[in-house]
C-alpha cells in the first residue's frame, strides 16, 4: 500500500488512490536421507555438470542470499542505485550491495525520520523532526549536504527523474510544488484543492507525465508534470446530497485514473453508476449504471472496481460486469493474465486470479505483493517466491525467519526486511 508522509507520519491510501468521500515452497529435505556415496565415475559427472554450468550451458535458478544485516534502531531504509541507503535516528548511511560494506556516513542533528532516494539525479532526500521538521538532500554517492529546508505542514508525493513534488498547506488551498532535487530550487508551484483527489498513482512513484486534480466540488485541471502547464481542465458534477444514515451512505464519490482514462464512481442516493472520460480533453466517453462502485484500478483484460467489501472485473469499454468476487475485497494487477487479491477476513489472506474470469488460480495464504516477488507468512517463517518462466506459477527461492514481512521493501535484485528480533535485514534475490 502506497504511503504518504506528512510531516514524518505515514498517512496509508486505499489502492494508493485517495478517494473523495463526501458523505510449497518444497519442504526442506531431510539432512539425514543423504548418504554420501563417493565414487570416481560420480565425481566426473559431477565435476562435467559443474563446468557446463559455468559455461552457461543451463540458466543459474534464483536462490535467496543474506547480504547485511544491521542490529540497532532503524528509522527508515531504501534500495537503489545498487546500495542500501538506510537511517538511524541520528545519522544516514550508505551501504554497497552486495558486499554490504559501508561507503558513507551523514550525521544529523534532528531526528531522521523517512528517507527518499532519486536515482536518476543521484540525491538522497531526508526528512527530520526536532524543534521544527525539516527536508534536506544528499549527494548519493558522497552524503554531502546539497540542500536544505524547513519541512512544516509538507507533504512529500514523490521524488524522482531530478524532481521533487510536494504539497504544503492544508486549510482551504494547499499549493503543489515542484523542486529540482539537487539544487532545491522552485521549477513551478500550483494551488490545488487539498481536500480533493491527486493522482494518478504512477504519480506517486514519479512515474507520470501528469497530474490530475480534482476538487471536493468536481473541478479538474490536468497538469504537466515536467513544467506544471495545464494540459486540460473541466468540471465533475460532485455536488451530492448527505444522508444521516451511517452504515450504508447512500451518497458515495471515488475519483480514478487509470492511464489515460479518469473513472467516477458514485452512488446517489442508493443509484449506482461508473463512468469513464479521457483526461486529455476531459470528456466523457461511457457510463455504466446500476453496476459496482469503488475505487478502479487496472487489471488487464479487466478494470478493477474494488470497495473492500467485494472486487468486480468490468469490461473497459462500457463497463458491462465480466466477474464478480464477494470473497476478496482488493485486487491488483500481477502480469498479464493473474492478479493478486485479498480477502476480506481481519487476518487477510490472499490468492492469485484469472484476470479475465475472476476464478482462483492459486490460494496463497498470509501473502503480500512486492513487485513481481510474493511473500508467504507460516507462523516465523516467511517464504519469498518468484514467478517461474519454465511452468507458468511460482516457485518458492527461500526463506527468512522472524522478519516483519509486512514491512519489507523490494528494489533491484535486493529485498530488504527489519526483523522481529530488532535488526534490519538484506538479502539479494538472484
Avoid at 127 to 141: E, H, I, K, P
Avoid at 361 to 370: A, E, I, K, Y
Avoid at 392 to 416: H, I, N, P
Wanted: glycine share 10%; hydrophobic share 40%.
Amino acid at each position: 500500500m502506497p504511503t504518504r508522509v506528512l510531516a514524518g507520519h505515514a498517512e496509508p491510501m486505499v489502492a494508493g488512490v485517495p478517494l473523495i468521500d463526501l458523505d510449497r515452497p518444497s519442504p526442506a529435505p531431510d539432512p539425514a536421507s543423504a548418504r554420501a556415496r563417493v565414487r570416481p565415475a560420480l565425481l566426473l559427472v559431477a565435476l562435467v555438470a559443474v563446468l557446463l554450468a559455468l559455461g552457461g550451458a543451463a540458466p543459474a535458478r534464483r536462490g535467496l542470499t543474506p547480504v547485511l544485516s544491521v542490529d540497532e534502531p532503524v528509522t527508515s531504509a531504501e534500495l537503489g542505485a545498487g546500495s542500501l541507503f538506510l537511517a538511524t535516528p541520528k545519522e544516514v548511511r550508505r551501504y554497497a550491495l552486495p558486499a554490504g560494506t559501508r561507503d558513507w556516513t551523514t550525521p544529523s542533528e534532528l531526528s531522521v525520520q523517512n528517507l527518499w532516494v532519486d536515482e536518476v539525479a543521484g540525491v538522497v532526500l531526508v526528512l527530520a523532526a526536532g524543534d521544527g521538521d525539516s527536508l534536506t538532500a544528499l549527494d548519493a554517492r558522497s552524503g554531502r549536504e546539497l540542500w536544505t529546508r524547513p519541512a512544516g505542514d509538507t507533504l512529500v508525493i514523490s521524488l524522482s527523474r531530478g524532481g521533487l513534488l510536494t504539497q504544503t498547506g492544508f486549510g482551504e488551498v494547499a499549493r503543489l510544488t515542484l523542486n529540482d532535487s539537487r539544487t532545491g530550487q522552485e521549477r513551478w508551484s500550483r494551488e490545488v484543492d487539498p481536500a480533493g483527489f491527486l493522482g494518478p498513482d504512477d504519480m506517486y512513484e514519479g512515474r507520470s507525465s501528469m497530474i490530475v486534480a480534482v476538487g471536493a466540488t468536481g473541478s479538474v485541471v490536468v497538469l504537466s508534470y515536467t513544467d506544471g502547464s495545464v494540459l486540460a481542465d473541466g468540471v465533475l458534477d460532485l455536488n451530492l446530497q448527505t444522508t444521516t444514515d451511517r452504515s450504508v451512505p447512500a451518497n458515495f464519490t471515488s475519483v480514478s485514473v487509470v492511464g489515460d482514462r479518469l473513472y467516477l464512481s458514485r452512488r446517489v442516493l442508493g443509484r449506482a453508476s461508473l463512468a469513464a472520460y479521457s483526461v486529455r480533453p476531459l470528456a466523457e466517453l461511457w457510463r455504466a449504471e446500476g453496476g459496482p462502485t469503488g475505487t478502479v484500478t487496472d487489471c488487464g483484460p479487466v478494470l478493477c472496481v474494488a470497495d473492500t467489501r467485494w472486487v468486480t472485473g468490468v469490461d473497459p469499454a462500457g463497463g458491462a460486469v465480466r466477474w464478480e468476487q464477494t470473497a476478496w475485497g482488493v485486487a491488483y494487477r500481477y502480469d498479464g493474465h493473474r492478479l493478486f487479491a485479498y480477502d476480506n477476513q481481519e487476518d487477510a489472506r490472499a490468492a492469485l486470479l484469472d484476470a479475465a474470469s475472476g476464478r482462483v488460480l492459486r490460494p496463497l495464504g498470509q501473502s503480500r505483493q512486492l513487485g513481481d516477488l510474493i511473500l508467504r507468512t507460516d507462523g516465523s517463517r516467511t517464504f519469498v517466491t518468484v514467478p517461474d518462466p519454465a511452468t507458468g506459477d511460482l516457485r518458492t527461492v527461500g526463506s527468512m525467519v522472524d522478519a516483519a514481512w509486512f514491512r519489507c521493501q523490494a528494489g533491484g535484485d535486493y529485498l530488504v526486511c527489519p526483523t522481529l528480533r530488532g535488526d534490519t535485514a538484506v538479502w539479494q534475490v538472484n
